[in-house]
């Protein structure tokens, strides 16, 4: 099946610094990916769409410059905490569907991201 | 906003089938029901989905009403394994845009 992947699986940094996840779409190309946080015992929250080759869609109370989305290509969507605060501190999963008619939508195996 | 409604948590005894609800009233004709769940510190697993047939696979069942306002999905065989949340969504086919509910948080017990 179709898989996802996510880099880093863990990471911890200093207030202040930045921080890039990537997820990769392994086996197909896709042209939107999402990204979603998850707080502890709470559900994903969409934080934003990514677009190959354009700017990415950010749902309503997510601020586009502190998490910078890049999807530069088919395969590939980053997004980069800027000025990582300790309240960034969260789980983030990022998400791609096949292209033109797939039923499913893949997930990453996300990204614990420890803000000290 | 998501457009389910489930139980917030369920137990099961391992070995036995696992029955969990979801209230969809508001579903559209082309919108799908679809099954995932997230194993802890996991990313979301798809399950199942389907349109207002029932369905299984090797993972699980999909009962749906005739109405589509509610469903069920059904682990046959419940294992410990199986503790997770289960996120019930319902959504268009072919957009890949998921908005979560707070699913039903599934406890096997041994």
């Known amino acids: 099946g179709a898989v996802v992947s996510q880099h880093p699986s863990r ?28 707080f502890p015992k709470q559900s994903l929250m969409l934080m934003a769409t990514s677009n190959e080759g354009s700017k990415a869609t950010y749902e ?57 | 906003d998501a457009k389910t409604t489930q139980p917030t948590s369920m137990d ?27 194993i802890h510190s996991q990313g979301p697993q798809y399950i199942i989905h389907g349109l207002k047939n029932n369905e299984t696979n090797e993972m699980a069942s999909l009962i749906i009403t005739e109405d589509r306002k509610s469903s069920t999905l059904i682990l046959p065989h419940a294992t410990l394994r199986d503790t997770a949340v289960y996120y019930c969504i319902v959504r268009v086919d072919g957009d890949d845009k998921i908005i979560f509910g707070k699913g039903t948080r599934l406890h096997i017990l041994p």
């Open chain 2, 12 to 38: 099961c005894a391992e070995g036995r089938a696992a029955n969990l609800p979801c209230n969809h009233s508001t579903i559209s004709g082309n919108e799908y029901v679809y099954w995932y769940r997230q």
């Open chain 1, 60 to 116: 309503q109370g997510v601020e586009k410059d502190k998490f910078l989305i890049n999807h530069a290509s088919l395969t590939l969507s980053t997004l980069t905490v800027t000025s990582a605060h300790p309240e960034d501190s969260s789980f983030y999963i990022c998400s791609a569907g096949r292209n033109r008619g797939g039923k499913e939508a893949f997930f990453g195996q996300g990204t614990r991201l420890t803000v000290v």
């Open chain 1, 11 to 38: 990471v911890i940094c200093k207030s202040g610094t930045s921080v890039k996840i990537e997820c990769r779409s392994l086996d197909f190309q896709a042209t939107t990916m999402f990204w979603y946080r998850q």
